[in-house]
């Protein structure tokens, strides 16, 4: 059985990442994330959204 990357909606990845959706747009451009449009929706991999994700610790 093959592996292959989960993706989540934009709204999936903010709640996922704990950011807000300018933070993921910024990510998205800078190469960050790993992306893929499907009309005017984007999906990213799960695992470029655990990469970013803040952590739930504040300092």
Partial sequence: ???????LSSKEAQETA???????MHYRIEGKLEFKKC???????EESIEKVKKPNTKK
């Avoid at 704990?18 to 993921?24: A, E, N, P, Q, V």
């Fill in 1 to 7: 059985m093959e592996n292959k990357p989960k993706w």
């Fill in 18 to 24: 704990k950011i807000k959706s300018c933070d993921l």
């Fill in 39 to 45: 009309g005017n929706a984007y999906f990213y991999s």
